[in-house]
């Protein structure tokens, strides 16, 4: 079965404090993996998509990498406004173009 | 460019009454998805339309039925509210011709409590 799954489900960190956020997954093939922002009260908004092992994607203090079985989003030297909920979805080969996500990492960033 | 819209953002209902959350796009996507958002489960996929005039379940469509009424417009409707149906829904688009294999992208979300 197609299984997406993220670590940790809660992180703190002090501004400037460099930590990766996992996702995990299990496919039986991968037509693209991708890593969103929520803020509360709002829609996921897209930030990276990955869609082959080694490929990596940055923007600002924002950092993808992609392996055959796993994600990590690396967030260097963070800000306060970092703060918010990180979804990672993955796209498998199916007959179908049903997107699996996983239930999130909630990132608060202490000034 | 307003991307994907969602009608209406708050609703309040009483159990057994019906209602219906509209959703539109201008991103010119063919799939358009419903999803339901309840905390510690993450996003869960409850209607699915690959394009126009087709529709397919999801994860947890009992209660719900979708219209997809064009390339457009996609809605999902409650016909008899449970308070198991107190959520927040998100309507998604992605994909085109040209490439399938895109992200999604949502809408800002109907909040609904069912009493």
């Known amino acids: 079965e197609d299984q997406v799954t993220q670590s940790p489900e809660a992180l703190r960190l002090q501004e400037g404090e460099s930590s990766s956020l996992n996702c995990s997954y299990t496919?039986?093939?991968?037509?693209?993996l991708f890593w969103y922002r929520q803020d509360p009260g709002k829609g996921p908004e897209f930030l990276f998509t990955?869609?082959?092992a080694g490929e990596e994607k940055e923007k600002e203090r924002l950092k993808a990498t992609l392996t055959k079985k796993e994600s990590f989003l690396h967030i260097t030297a963070p800000k306060p406004e970092d703060s918010a909920t990180y979804l990672c979805?993955?796209?498998?080969?199916?007959?179908?173009?049903?997107?699996?996500f996983g239930t999130g990492t909630r990132l608060k960033v202490l000034a | 460019n307003a991307g994907v819209t969602q009608t209406p953002k708050f609703q309040v209902l009483k159990t057994g009454q019906s209602m219906t959350l509209q959703c539109a796009q201008d991103?010119?996507?063919?799939?358009m998805y419903w999803y339901r958002q309840d905390p510690g489960m993450g996003l869960r996929l409850i209607y699915y339309?690959?394009?126009?005039?087709?529709?397919d379940k999801g994860e947890v469509p009992n209660g719900y039925n979708v219209s997809r009424l064009n390339k457009r417009e996609f809605s999902l409707r409650l016909e008899s509210a449970a308070p198991s149906q107190t959520s927040v829904y998100f309507c998604?688009?992605?994909?085109?011709?040209?490439?399938?294999?895109?992200?999604?992208?949502f809408g800002d979300g109907t909040r609904l409590s069912i009493l």
């Open positions: 991103m010119n996507h063919n799939s």
């Open positions: 496919v039986s093939g991968l037509r693209g």
């Open positions: 998604a688009t992605s994909g085109t011709e040209v490439n399938r294999n895109q992200p999604q992208h």
């Open positions: 990955l869609y082959s």
């Open positions: 339309s690959a394009s126009e005039g087709t529709t």
């Open positions: 979805a993955v796209l498998p080969y199916s007959g179908t173009y049903k997107y699996i």
